[in-house]
Structures are given as C-alpha cells and as structure tokens.
C-alpha cells in the first residue's frame, strides 16, 4: 500500500481544473527535442464553463500555483486551464463520485468535505467572490496584478485570510491547487499535460509502459521520450497500404 | 527473540552506483561508423556476411524476402538478439553463423548503427483480405476476449511501433516474418529469455493460424510518418 | 411486488475474491451456485487493456474501478460522542465494486500471519502475562489455528501463483526468505519478481542494522504459470499499474485470472451482475435464512430463496447487511455486550522517506504493486514486546509500486506546496526518492465499531453503515517504535547519498480524508463462543446456521500484514468445511 499522505488537506480535491487565456501561446514553440515531430498547434479551445474573464482570472493563478521558468514551461502552456474548464462540463463538475444528500452539518477535519458545492458550484460561486475580493483590496483584476501580488493573494486564499461569502476561500484555494497538479500530469487525452510537459519535467515515460528487464538494472539512466494514451494518432502510425476488397 | 540491531552484517555499499547508460541511449559517431563498417561486411576480426546484402544498409529489410527491418529496432532488443544467435540461445541457419563469427563489439556497434537508422516508408502493397486485416487491428488495439489474448499495443506499442528498449518494433516488418515467429513459438521454441518475452510463448498457443496471418498482415500494412524518427532509439 | 424465484442451493452475495473461490469450490462438488454482483461483469480483455487502462486520472484520482459513494458509503466519527458525518468522497480507502471486487484494482502484496495471530489473547498473556493487553482492547483468539489454516494458504498461493521465497519450510529457516514466516509446508510456487533499486538499497541497510530482508511475496506473477484451477497466467512487466488498476496481462493474480475461467460456464453457477442484495431474509425463530433479497439492474426487488446464504461482500458491507437483516446482537460499546459490528479494526500506516542525491535514480515508474522487499523483525511476535507497553507490530517495505505522478511526487516537507520552488522540488526529488512503508496492525478497541447510521441513506434508502474509529494508544505507541526502526534504516540509506530521511509517523486522529489502505477488517468477527463473536470458527453464523460470512471482516483483529492472503486461507477452509460437511449434513458445526 502507499505510504499515506498524512498532510494531505480535507477538502473538494481530486478534480480537474481550467482556464487559459487565448493570448497565451505555449512559449516552447521551439522544436522538440529528438527529432519528433514538432507537436501540432493546440486546436483553439472553446471555453465550456468559464467566462472569458474567469479563464483569464484561473489562467493567471494556475500559472503562479506551477509558473514557467527558464527550464520548461508552466501550467499555461501545459494546457492546464482548459483541462479544468473541460472537468468542471463534465461528469466531474457536476459532482459524481460525490454523496451529495443531506443533512449537511460542519464536521471535524477528519470527517472530510462536507458542504454541498459540487466542483462546478464551487468553482461558480468562488470565481467572482476572488475575482470581487482581489479588485476590492488590490484595486485590479488579478490577472492583471504583478506576480509577487499575484502569490500574496493565493496565499490569503489559502490561508483563509481572504474570506469570501459564497464559499471558503481555502476550500477553493486547495481545489484549485488539486485540479492544478491533475491537469498538469494527467493524460494529455484529457486537455492537459499538453507535450507531455507535466512527464517531460520528471521524466515520467507515460502509459505505453514494461519495464521488468530493466528493473535489475539499478541507477539505470532512462530517459526515454513519453508518449501518451492518443500518440499513436500524433505519431501518424496508420495503414498506408491499398487493401483488395474481395 | 532477536534483539533489534544485532551486529551489522556490512555489505559495504558506500557512495552511489554509477549511472548505467541503456545501449545506444546517447550514441557515440564513433561507433556507428564502426557498426556501418561491420553491416558492410569489413568490421575485420573473421566477420562472415555482410549485414547489408539482406537489411540493407538503411535497415529496411525485405519484404519479399522476410528479412526484418532494423531500422529504429531499439540497439538493446537488437544486440540482445545478435548475442541469443552467437549463444545458441536462438536458432536461425543463416543469423547463428553470422552472428557467432562477429565479436561482443561488433555485435554492440551494429546493433546501434542499426538503431539510429531512420524509419522508412515501404510502398504500399496490396495486402489482401480486408477482414483479416480487421480482426489484426482488433487483436492490437484490444485483444481478443474470445481467445484470451491481451492486447499487442500493451507491448509493442500503439500500432506495433515499439516500445524501447525492451518490447521490439512490429510495424512495417515483413508479414511472413512475424508469423512464421509466432507460427515457431507455438510450436515450441523457447522465445528469449525475459519474463516479456515468455509472455510470447504463451499468447502464440493461443492463436490460431488465421489469428497468426490476421496480426501478421496488420502489423506489416502499419506505416509511420517518415517525419518521427527513431521511435525505437533513446536519445 | 417481489419477485420470487425458484430456489438453488446456495446464493453468494458479492462475486470478488471469496464469491468467486466459493463459486468454484462449491460447483464442483455438485452444488447449485447463484453468484450475485452489484456491479457490471468485466473482463481481462477488453475491458484491462492499455494504454485506456493506464489512465491515473480516471481510475487512481477519479476512482473509476471503486464504489461509487453516491450509491452507497458510510458515515464516520472518531468517537461515539460526537455526530458522525457521510464519507461524501472516497478517501482513506477505496473499496471496489463491479465483478472481481477490489481483487481487480488490489496490489497483489500476499502475505500469511502468524502462528500466534490466531491465538492471540492466549498467546499473549501466556508470554506475558495479563497485564499486557491495555485497558479497552478487546483482542480475543479466532478460533482457528495457524496449524489448520495452513494447507488452505499454501492452496491459495498456488491458487494466485504468488512468488517468493520460502523463509521458513516446515520449520526449517531458509536463506533469503523471511525468516519470521510461519512454518509453511511448501516453497512458494513461483520465485520472486526481479528486485528494483529501491528494494536493492533498503535490503543492503536492513541487513546492516540487523534485520531480516526478503522479496515480498507477489501476485504480481515471475513467470507464465498454470494454477490448480488450469488457469493459465502470464509473467508481470513491472508496467507500474496495479493499485487501482486492472492488469491487462493476466499477470495480476485476480478472480478474473485465477478463479473465472474456471467457472463461468459451468452449467451449476450462474452470475447475475447489477444486483444489489438489500438484506438476507431471517426467519428468528427457526433461526436460518431462508434467502436474500436484492434490487436488480431494473430497479425491481428479487427475492432469491437459497438453502444457503454466503456473504462475500467487502469487509465493512457484510456487517452492514446482517444489521439490515436483522442477524445476531448488534454491538453495544456502553455495555460491550452483542457482537455485530464489534472489533472494527483498520491498519496503522506510517512511512519514511529517504531523499537522495541526483544520482540516485529509483526509476519509480518501473514497478509492480507488489514489487519489493520488507522485514518483519519488528511484526507480530518476531520480537519480544515485553517493557515496550504496546502489543502488535508491522513490517517495514520498500515498495516501487508505480511512478504515477499525479499522486507520486515526492517532496521534502519544508518545500512550499506551489510555486517555482514546489516545481523544482518535484523535478528533483521524482527520481531520486526512496518510501518505506510501516505496515502496522491495529488492534480491537471497545470503542471502534459498526452500526447503522439514524440519519443518513444509501441511494435505496437504506441506513448506511456508521463507522466509529480512531487509533488506540497502543498502535499509535507501535507505530511510533516500528517507524523508530524504519527511520533509521533510512539514514543509511541516506547517508553516503546526501539524503535526508522524513517520517511520516502516525499523529492525530484517524481522518478519512488521506488514502492509507484498504484493509478494513473486523466487524462480524469469528471466534470461540457466541458471546464475543459473530461467526465460528467455519465462518459460520452463531444465530443462523445457513449463513456463512468470508472476508476480512472475520478478522478479530488486523495483524501488521496485508489481508488478503489470510481472505483467501480462511475462504477455502470455510469451503472445505461447507462442501464436506455442512451440505450433507446442514447444522451448527461448532455447538455454542
């Protein structure tokens, strides 16, 4: 069994997550390394949950939650917030998985979640309640905020120092943060981890997977490229071949 | 009962273990000049044959002929071949000799020559009956529920391209290539040593001669974009 | 209006490990079988293939193979006094639904207990005297021996193909093996998995403080392998799905592997999927059942008459169903009178991580789920508890069990949890990060138990079930002195690697938020006498003869080892007991 996470938070977790702004080009256009072929433009994403504003608004915070540095690109580029934004219309949005009947009460923080948002209530009641707070105590957007503010503002979310009527800010924060990390190392099949960026940053090989004649080989340096659910389609494997229907 | 902490058994291991480089990971120039003199034929040191005159020096095979493509054949699957022949471990009139007259290094330099080769675009063929070629493609993508088999891309990759360093490439090879090894493991050979590579023996009992042309016909009439290079090769 | 059905001889509730070993056995001695599964049938092929299968977002974070909590969960407080909550996601375990149970989405980490496990209080105060069993704990002996159990472990294992090495044969201690094992009477039936770095690293350090080192014994198969059912399965390739996943190999020792093949078709049993069995219908006063009553996939009520009746739904739905049908006392915890729902334990899980230096590679993703090596100095009895204040104990394993890295992104603890820094941490860390895993036991309190919620439902409208549990002091005391060993372990591991070692020890109460495992035992217990027990020792119910219960949640307590090899002993033993001797001649084989 996996050694337990005891510092993991009690709240709305395990999610998807959402929103990049359309101005923001992945910046790793530059060809890919090994002799790939460089990965295909994103198809333009049709925003299903957020507004533009709220794309915009999540954009900017994933961003900051896993930021591009001069290494390899960030949660933008990885196509997190349109991971989030495809969550939050489907089945996880609208709570599956979820005992959603009540009486709801408060516990305590070992009894877990229990309010009634699903992800996409969440998510609709939080966004303009940040988006409000961040205008009213920073005078701007937060997309529009520097980053060193930008981080200031997560951390009063997360600290549940900026308190919000519609739902608690730390609530939100750590499902933000949850659907953040998803988006960013989930199959690409689901909107994020675009280019495998999320494997690509710890070398993860992806699900095309078999290692038992290498697991004796210990310290082996396995730097194999990751390839991931959808990339035969990417790698153009079809069949070339005229068939004789008979 | 045993005290906790007795007396250490010292297994001295101080430091960390250097790092090990899987074959052709980072191919060196050098040995691939090396390794395209021996698929010439001149790799010296009593070689016999001339890897060349039926891979082809660009590691196409022929189809025709059933010799394999090399080419984006990952180096480790491919010196573990070359090295199974000069053993005895696996039989083959014309590949045992060969094989058993090269040295480890030739052995070693060609199977990366071989790897860093690109793949290529065969021209299409006619390959005959669209049915079977349907239940091949079914028998890849996902199995076959009625036979127990699992499915090949589990292994061999979406299509059959591979996946390095272990499990070999499928597509694109010659389709009396690969039957007549699945057609060999059912009928007993031992299939390399390898837990994997075990698994071959067992999924061959199971499929029956049209199973065999089916996944043969499918894989051989699967191309890759000449653009993605070296599938088979870590870089 | 129910719909009644022709009666069979036996109706099996939950078609998981036990339901299908029952299955098995029971048709092939003749008998009529109705196997009924809430969930849909599946398949190893199409429906464990990958690369869909190897999806962590879909089935390790989103929980595809598991129980959906929106059908069915429970409701959870740490103590009586306070009010107890709905589990609305699914957290701290995972139990499964659908054909096969969580034997689909397991590890395969298969594991025998120990010779005084199963004469516990006996044992204990005989070594120790009285005085070591804490105030509150209601450990008690089950009623089996090790003795007896032992052929029905040793079927079992040949049964899954499990591979390891023999630490002690017919009392014989064996190099390389684990040399506090029980006596088994054979070797395993296949040798162990290839052992990765992890596993190379702790065995070397182990070895240096003194302990025992072994590769854990695996379902997760070494070689193409036949198993006594004439089930054929196929060597593991350590792709690193196998918690919460299907293998797409038959190399995951499953029913849908190991024990299927085998039955389906057989004109004797037949399967019925997307029944959920509501309560085993109880005549008091003849004291028997007469049959259960489910809800098919149609919504309508079923009522299946059976000469027999055998619960093998997960641990906690068993004590659940007999408190919905009325069977046997419930436990009361203010007088520590009644039975049912009693001795609810859990595991106690801590861990160590050894942070290396860069050239340390682990290469997590290259793994299995049972791919590891373990000791158990420090588990059960291997080591004198005397002066420590605590009983029980666990083992200590290094795992590479997958690098999925949604979930597996190791980072040292001052990291901050986002940001630049957190991403540099998890690039460098992914690699080069070794876990020990504190596998502890957990030990019966009287006031952790089962009974069924008053406010809250299922999606039937059925109470669901309230759990009440947090850890007794003294496993908090036992893992604390197990996760001792394992930290120091770990620092030499770490040190000529620049590492530097975490603990993750059990602190707080029990929350059902952080995943731990899925081994949730107790609650219709068996053991030697009506009063303190649910089931004899044949697994059979003390207040209905015709009632049998499998599963772990027999256990009278959790010793510091994995369930499911113990699930699998006690199922066949309950079935040689049925097949031999119940059926011919049906009675109470152990008179109260």
Redesign the interface.
């Known amino acids: 069994m996996s050694t337990p996470d005891l510092s993991r938070r009690g709240l709305l977790i395990a999610g998807g997550t959402a929103a990049a702004t359309p101005v923001v080009v992945p910046a790793q256009a530059q060809p890919h390394a090994h002799g790939q072929a460089p990965a295909a433009p994103p198809a333009p994403h049709v925003w299903e949950f957020f507004t533009g504003d709220e794309a915009a608004m999540v954009s900017a915070a994933m961003e900051r939650l896993i930021p591009a540095d001069p290494e390899s690109p960030g949660a933008i580029a990885a196509g997190v917030p349109e991971f989030i934004d495809r969550q939050l219309a489907g089945s996880y949005g609208t709570g599956s998985r979820l005992y959603r009947q009540g009486p709801f009460r408060e516990g305590t923080a070992e009894q877990g979640y229990q309010l009634p948002f699903t992800p996409a209530t969440l998510y609709r009641a939080a966004l303009p309640a940040f988006a409000g707070w961040t205008r009213q105590n920073y005078g701007r957007a937060f997309q529009d905020l520097d980053q060193r503010l930008q981080d200031e503002v997560l951390r009063k979310l997360e600290t549940g120092e900026a308190v919000f009527e519609a739902a608690p800010s730390s609530l939100f924060f750590e499902t933000l943060l949850a659907n953040t990390i998803e988006g960013f190392f989930s199959d690409p099949i689901h909107g994020g981890n675009r280019d495998m960026i999320g494997w690509k940053l710890v070398g993860f090989p992806g699900p095309y997977a078999g290692y038992v004649e290498l697991v004796g080989r210990h310290n082996l340096r396995f730097d194999r490229t990751p390839r991931g659910i959808a990339q035969a389609m990417a790698e153009h494997a079809h069949h070339a071949a005229p068939m004789n229907h008979r | 009962?045993?005290?906790?902490?007795?007396?250490?058994?010292?297994?001295a291991?101080?430091?960390?273990?250097?790092?090990?480089?899987?074959l052709g990971?980072r191919p060196d120039p050098q040995r691939i000049a090396s390794g395209r003199a021996v698929a010439a034929g001149s790799g010296g040191q009593g070689q016999q044959g001339a890897c060349f005159s039926c891979h082809g020096f660009d590691g196409a095979g022929q189809q025709a002929a059933l010799f394999p493509a090399l080419a984006g054949q990952s180096a480790e699957y491919l010196l573990l071949q070359l090295d199974r022949y000069a053993s005895g471990a696996r039989r083959n009139e014309v590949m045992s000799p060969i094989a058993a007259a090269m040295t480890p290094e030739q052995r070693r330099d060609v199977s990366i020559y071989y790897a860093t080769q690109p793949v290529r675009?065969p021209e299409?063929?006619?390959?005959?009956?669209?049915m079977l070629?349907q239940r091949g493609g079914m028998l890849s993508a996902?199995?076959?529920?009625d036979i127990?088999?699992?499915?090949c891309?589990?292994?061999h990759?979406?299509?059959?391209?591979g996946?390095?360093?272990?499990?070999p490439r499928l597509?694109g090879q010659p389709a009396g290539y690969l039957a007549a090894r699945l057609t060999a493991w059912r009928d007993g050979e031992a299939p390399a040593e390898?837990?994997?590579h075990?698994?071959m023996?067992?999924?061959a009992k199971r499929l029956s001669d049209d199973d065999i042309k089916a996944v043969s016909l499918y894989f051989a009439?699967?191309?890759?974009?000449a653009?993605?290079?070296?599938?088979g090769v870590?870089? | 209006m129910t719909t009644r059905l022709p009666e069979v001889d036996v109706v099996l509730v939950g078609m998981g490990w036990t339901g299908a070993l029952l299955a098995k056995e029971l048709t092939d001695a003749g008998h009529r079988v109705v196997g009924l599964e809430r969930g849909h049938p599946r398949q190893t092929v199409p429906d464990f293939q990958s690369p869909t299968m190897h999806d962590e977002l879909r089935y390790a974070v989103r929980h595809g193979l598991m129980l959906d909590p929106a059908t069915e969960t429970v409701t959870f407080r740490n103590y009586q006094a306070e009010v107890a909550l709905p589990v609305r996601q699914l957290g701290s375990f995972l139990p499964g639904n659908h054909l096969g149970g969580a034997g689909v989405h397991w590890n395969g980490q298969t594991w025998r207990f120990q010779e005084s496990d199963f004469v516990l209080k006996s044992h204990l105060e005989q070594r120790y005297g009285r005085g070591i069993i804490q105030e509150g704990l209601t450990i008690q002996d089950w009623g089996v021996t090790y003795a007896e159990l032992e052929p029905h472990y040793d079927r079992f294992e040949k049964i899954c193909g499990i591979g390891g090495k023999a630490g002690n044969l017919r009392g014989q201690i064996q190099p390389g093996g684990d040399p506090f094992e029980a006596p088994r009477s054979d070797e395993f039936p296949n040798p162990p998995m290839p052992q990765p770095n992890a596993a190379a690293l702790f065995t070397r350090a182990a070895a240096e403080v003194g302990a025992h080192p072994f590769p854990v014994p695996t379902a997760n198969l070494s070689r193409p392998y036949r198993n006594p059912y004439g089930c054929e399965m196929q060597p593991c390739n350590a792709c690193g799905f196998c918690e919460r996943f299907g293998c797409e190999h038959f190399a995951k020792a499953s029913p849908q592997v190991c024990v299927l093949p085998a039955l389906m078709g057989k004109p004797e049993f037949e399967l019925r999927t997307l029944c959920t069995v509501t309560r085993v219908e109880y005549d008091r006063t003849a004291k028997r059942a007469t049959g259960v009553t489910y809800i098919d996939g149609m919504g309508r009520e079923v009522f299946q008459p059976a000469g027999l009746v055998i619960l093998c739904a997960f641990a906690y739905h068993n004590a659940r169903l007999l408190l919905l049908s009325g069977i046997g006392q419930p436990y009361d915890p203010a007088t520590g009178e009644g039975s049912v729902g009693k001795n609810y334990t859990y595991q106690t899980m801590a861990g160590v991580s050894v942070f290396m230096d860069e050239g340390t590679r682990i290469n997590p993703y290259m793994g299995a789920g049972a791919l590891g090596a373990a000791i158990n100095d420090w588990n059960g009895e291997a080591f004198d508890h005397g002066g420590l204040g605590f009983v029980g104990g666990g083992y200590i394993a290094a795992y590479t069990t997958g690098g999925r890295p949604i979930e597996h992104h190791p980072v040292p603890g001052d990291t901050p949890r986002w940001g630049s820094a957190w991403k540099q941490a998890v690039k460098r860390h992914y690699n080069s990060t070794l876990s020990l895993s504190v596998h502890g036991s957990s030990m019966p309190h009287r006031g952790n138990y089962l009974d069924l919620d008053p406010t809250y439902r299922d999606s039937l409208g059925n109470p669901l079930l309230r759990m009440t549990f947090d850890f007794p002091a003294n496993d908090r005391l036992m893992a604390d002195f197990v996760t001792d060993k394992a930290e120091e372990i770990g620092r030499v591991i770490a040190a000529p690697r620049n590492g530097r070692v975490e603990a993750s020890r059990r602190r707080g109460r029990y929350s059902v938020v952080p995943y731990q495992t899925t081994h949730n035992t107790g609650g219709t217990i068996m053991g030697t006498n009506p009063r303190d027990s649910v089931l004899n020792r044949y697994l059979q119910c003390w207040d209905a003869h015709n009632v049998f219960v499998m599963g772990a949640s027999t256990f009278a307590h959790n010793p510091g080892y994995n369930p499911t090899g113990t699930v699998g002993a006690l199922a066949l033993w309950a079935a040689r007991a049925i097949r031999d001797d119940y059926m011919r001649d049906p009675r109470p084989l152990v008179q109260a």
């Open positions: 009962m045993r005290a906790a902490f007795g007396i250490a058994v010292a297994i291991v101080v430091g960390g273990v250097a790092a090990e480089e899987l990971a675009v299409p063929q006619p390959l005959g009956d669209v070629l996902s199995g076959g529920a127990g088999v699992q499915a891309q589990n292994c990759g979406p299509a059959g391209i996946i390095a360093p272990i499990y597509a390898g837990a994997s075990q698994a023996a067992q999924i009439s699967v191309r890759q974009a653009a993605s290079t070296g599938t870590l870089r």
